[in-house]
C-alpha cells in the first residue's frame, strides 16, 4: 500500500499530536506501508531521520499559519495526492479536504469539544466540532485512540460502525521504563528536591480540563497537617488555565509546590517512577498518554473514571472523582499504604506493556484496508 500522510498540522514544540505521528511512521514502515510524508520545512530532517524509508515532501511555506494551511489542504494536498501516485491519504489531526481523490482516513483524537465543550474555547470549539462533523460525513475511514471517544464521537454526531477503528496509542518504552534510584535521585536534585524528598507528580500541559486547580487543593487537604508533607510538582506546559496560579498561591507556606515547565525528555521516567503518586484527575480525555506513560515507569497512578481512562489504567491504577473532596480522600489513602502503592506499580508496568505502536501500526493499516473496500 502507498500512503500519504500529512504531517502539516503538527505544531513546533512537537506536542501530542507530533508525538502520534512520530511514533507511528517507523511502526507503518515496519508494517511495510509505502510512506509519502508532507510535513513543513522545520520538520524535513526530523521527519526523514524517524522513518528513512519514507519519501518527504515539503510542504509550502505558508502553512505554517492556521488558515493558510486550512486553504492549501484544500487545494495544494489533493494536488500532491495526484502527484504522488497513492492510494490512500491519512490525515492525523481531524480535518481533511474534501475533494482528495483517493480514500481519505482521518484521526480523530478526543471527544470533549463535544462531551465537555466548557473546556475549550468557543472558537477552537466551533472549529472542531465542525471538523468532526466533516469527517464523519466525509472520510472513508475514521481512526480513533479508545473506544470511549468512538462512542462518544458516535453518540453527538453518528456514522456508521464500520467506519471507526480503535487504534489505542503505543509507549516507547526506549523512554518510558522504570528506572533506578540513582536516576531517581538525580532527577529529584534537577528539580531542586532533597535526594530522598518524596513528591506527587503530575505531568501535562495545563489546561482546564487536567483539572490542576483542584488537585492542588486536594492536596493541600490531603497532606497539610501531616509531619513531613511531599511535594507537588506540576510539570508540562504553562497552558491556559488562568485558575492553577490563584491555586498555587493560595498554598500554606509550609508546603512546597514546583512548577517545572517542560522537562528534558531524558528526565521524564525518573521524574514519573520517582513520584510517590502520580496524579492526573483528568476532566475527559481521548486516550490519556501521560497515564500510560506513568505506568510504563511504575508509578503509582491516581487518576478519574472519565470517558477513556478506565480503558487505558485498567486495574492497575487507583481511581477517584473529579471534584477536590474525592481526590483529597484517594491521595490520603495512598499515601498511608505504600504497600497498596508498590502493588499498582507493579501492576501498571505490566499493564502499559500491552499497549505498542506496532498494534496501533495494525489497527491504522486495517482502516487503510477498509477504506479502499469502501471506495
Not at 117 to 144: C, D, M, N, Q, Y
Request: glycine content about 10%; overall charge negative; hydrophobic content about 45%.
Amino acid at each position: 500500500m502507498r500512503l500519504l500522510l500529512d504531517a502539516t498540522a503538527i505544531p513546533a514544540d512537537r506536542g501530542g499530536v507530533g508525538r502520534y505521528v512520530d511514533a507511528l511512521l517507523p511502526a507503518l514502515a515496519e508494517q511495510g506501508v509505502d510512506l509519502v510524508v508532507v510535513c513543513q520545512a522545520r520538520d524535513a530532517s526530523v521527519t526523514s531521520e524517524i522513518v528513512p524509508s519514507a519519501e518527504i515532501a515539503v510542504a509550502p511555506a505558508l502553512t505554517s499559519g492556521r488558515p493558510a494551511r486550512m486553504t492549501w489542504e484544500q487545494v495544494g494536498l489533493p494536488r500532491l495526492v495526484r502527484g504522488t501516485g497513492v492510494q490512500v491519504l491519512h490525515s492525523p489531526h481531524y480535518t481533511m479536504p474534501r475533494l482528495a481523490g483517493v480514500p481519505v482516513v482521518v484521526t480523530l483524537h478526543d471527544a470533549t469539544f463535544y462531551s465537555h465543550p466548557e473546556l475549550h474555547s468557543p472558537l477552537k470549539g466551533r472549529f472542531f466540532r465542525a471538523a468532526i462533523r466533516t469527517a464523519v460525513r466525509r472520510a472513508a475511514g475514521l481512526v480513533v485512540p479508545s473506544a470511549a471517544t468512538r462512542d462518544e464521537v458516535r453518540r453527538f454526531v453518528g456514522g456508521t460502525e464500520d467506519q471507526y477503528q480503535v487504534a489505542h496509542h503505543g509507549v516507547d518504552t526506549s523512554l518510558f521504563r522504570p528506572v533506578g534510584d540513582a536516576e531517581r535521585s538525580r532527577v529529584r536534585g534537577s528539580l531542586g528536591l532533597g535526594p530522598e524528598q518524596e513528591y506527587v507528580g503530575f505531568l501535562g500541559t495545563l489546561e482546564p480540563r487536567k483539572n490542576v486547580p483542584a488537585l492542588v487543593r486536594a492536596w493541600v487537604a490531603a497532606v497539610a497537617h501531616t509531619p513531613d508533607p511531599p511535594a507537588l510538582v506540576l510539570a508540562g506546559g504553562r497552558g491556559w488555565d488562568d485558575a492553577v496560579e490563584p491555586a498555587v498561591r493560595a498554598v500554606p507556606a509550609h508546603l512546597q509546590v514546583l512548577r517545572t515547565g517542560y522537562l528534558p525528555l531524558g528526565d521524564l521516567a525518573g521524574f514519573l517512577g520517582g513520584a510517590r503518586i502520580v496524579a492526573y484527575p483528568s476532566l475527559g480525555e481521548g486516550f490519556g498518554l501521560p497515564v500510560l506513560e506513568a505506568m510504563a515507569c511504575g508509578a503509582a497512578v491516581l487518576t478519574t473514571r472519565e470517558l477513556s481512562l478506565p480503558e487505558v489504567g485498567g486495574d492497575a491504577v487507583a481511581y477517584c472523582g473529579t471534584d477536590e473532596e474525592s481526590i483529597a480522600s484517594s491521595l490520603r489513602e495512598m499515601l498511608d499504604d505504600p504497600a497498596r502503592c508498590t502493588v499498582l506499580a507493579a501492576d501498571a508496568v505490566e499493564r502499559a506493556a500491552g499497549f505498542t505502536w506496532a498494534a496501533a501500526a495494525s489497527a491504522h493499516v486495517a482502516a487503510y484496508e477498509r477504506a479502499l473496500h469502501r471506495e
